[in-house]
Each structure stands twice: as C-alpha cells, then as structure tokens.
C-alpha cells in the first residue's frame, strides 16, 4: 500500500524551462510534505517543505504547491538547470513529535535537464 | 563541519554472514535514523534512536535486525545471517531533536550493501 505515489518514473526538461514534477498522497493525516534531492551515490538532501495549513511555499527557484482536497502536491522549479538533474523524492508526515520522525516516501523522479 | 558519516559505503556479505553498517551523526546531533531504501523502490523509516535508547523501531523487521546509539561512539544497524533480500542502500540521518528531522533532516551518503 503505497501512500505516496510520484507516478512519473523520469522527466526531460530543457535547460531555462519549468520543471513541474507531481506527488500523490492517500493518507490523510499527512501534514508536512518535504522535497528532497538526490544525486547518484549520495543521501538525500532536503530541498524544500510545506505543511498542510498552507497552499505555496517559494523558495528561490523552487515552488512547491499543496491541493489537499485532492491530495496533491507538485515541485516547481524555474528555470531549471543542468544542475538540477537528480532524482527527486516526495516525503511526508504525520503530526508533530511523536511519528513525525516517520518519513513516507515515494519512489522518485528522475529529471534530466538538457542543455 | 563534518555531515553524518557513513561507513562503509560498499559492503559485500554472502549468505549468512553478518553486516554491520555505521553511522556517526553530525556534531550536536543525538537523533538519529535508519531508512533503507530497496531497488526501485522509495526510502522506507527502519528505526529511531537517541543516545542509547531505542524510540520506535516499528520499521524494522522482526528478526535479524538490530540497531543501538550508544553513549559513545556510532551508530550501528546490525544485520545478522544476511539474504539476498537485505540487498539495498542504508541511509542513516541525524537531526538535533526530533521536530528538527522535518525540516533540519540531514543524510548521510548511504551504505549499500550487497548480499551475494
């Protein structure tokens, strides 16, 4: 039972475009949403976070927005650049203290930014 | 300012053998968690620890695992009579309280281990 769902397996993109890559969640009780970056051979690094009292949250060139009535998030990044190309993971939680340690991922995205 | 060290980052084991993977939380840190993270698949919570207590462990598997933050010293996640299944990269993460890991959530670089 997967209760995150990143349903893109990969993504192109060229270079000084959007990057809009997509998350699915069915718990819920999740309310903090988290983006994490993930080049080859290296942990997870945080990119951004939202939790679920707001809509959008901006970050240099990262934007990510939450629909909670349809259970969606989405990471933006404008303009996207060679650099950015990793995998991307969505994570999420549940409440504070106690089960927020609990990150429930989905499965990644890889995005290739072509030049 | 060291992040959370890994080691190894490669560890080879055949069948039955045990693994032991490490973990060394960043300075200041006395949170820490293990994620493993299976071939194609997400990273998934294994355990949670403070200095030498176990939280939750409720992601862990109910033989064979192990894992402790002593006093002094690393983490470890102990993998005892390894399968081909245990085969996928470990990350550990450490974070300076336990909200911290939502928005202060640093990984180490993984161990992958390979049961052959």
């Known amino acids: 039972d997967q209760q995150v769902k990143q349903n893109s397996p990969s993504l192109s993109v060229q270079e000084g475009r959007i990057s809009i890559l997509n998350c699915d969640y069915t718990n819920s009780m999740f309310d903090y949403f988290l983006w994490y970056k993930k080049y080859p051979a290296e942990g997870p690094t945080f990119l951004i976070s939202?939790?679920?009292?707001?809509d959008k949250n901006e970050d240099g060139r990262f934007t990510v927005f939450l629909n909670k009535s349809a259970k969606h998030l989405s990471l933006h990044i404008v303009p996207s650049q060679p650099g950015d190309s990793a995998v991307y993971f969505c994570?999420?939680?549940?409440?504070?203290?106690?089960?927020?340690?609990?990150?429930?991922f989905g499965k990644g995205t890889k995005l290739s930014v072509i030049p | 300012n060291a992040g959370v060290m890994q080691n190894p980052r490669h560890l080879v084991r055949r069948r039955g053998q045990e693994a032991r993977l490490r973990c060394s939380p960043m300075?200041?840190?006395?949170?820490v968690y293990w994620y493993r993270q299976l071939p194609e698949e997400g990273l998934k919570f294994m355990v949670y620890l403070q200095k030498e207590n176990i939280i939750d462990e409720s992601g862990m598997p109910k033989e064979r695992f192990s894992a402790e933050f002593p006093k002094e010293g690393p983490s470890i996640l102990r993998i005892q009579q390894v399968v081909r299944g245990d085969s996928a990269a470990y990350f550990c993460a450490s974070s300076p309280s336990v909200a911290g890991l939502r928005t202060e959530a640093f990984f180490g670089q993984g161990t992958r281990l390979t049961v052959v």
């Open positions: 300075k200041g840190h006395s949170h």
């Open positions: 939202i939790s679920s009292i707001k």
């Open positions: 994570a999420a939680s549940v409440g504070a203290g106690a089960g927020s340690y609990q990150l429930t």
